[in-house]
């Protein structure tokens, strides 16, 4: 269903554990959960604090781009005293597999989290192939 295929993703998460943003400098990538639900591929992903407004979703040859904006909530000109929570863009990409629906994904935030909702492409779903008996190529060879 989903491919990860980020090999430097571990180190990334490690770097910032060390020092705070990833070894690049930039904020970190939002964390996310992934799985499947019945005919459904569900992701959340952790944006607390984002403006909704500021999120971008868009799908081309099945990889997802998901990127949002944190701002600082401080006014321009103030002085900071502490700043712990990262700020700026925020990008996560995720390869979805040829078994999903990007024509039908839908995408919720509320309290923080985005949700995206990927249906199950109707040619990747089960389904019961009909077996003729014996009787039935009798009655075509005749």
Known sequence: MLMRTDPFREFDRLAQQVFGATSNGRPSAMPMDAYRSGDDFIVHFDLPGI??????LDVERNVLNVRAERRSPAPEGAE??????????FTRQLFLGDTLDTERIDASYESGVLTLRIPVAE???PRRIQITGGDSRRQIGN
């Open 51 to 56: 403006d909704p407004e500021t999120i971008e």
């Open 80 to 89: 900071t005293v502490v700043a712990e929570r990262p700020t700026g863009t």
């Open 123 to 125: 040619q990747a779903k």
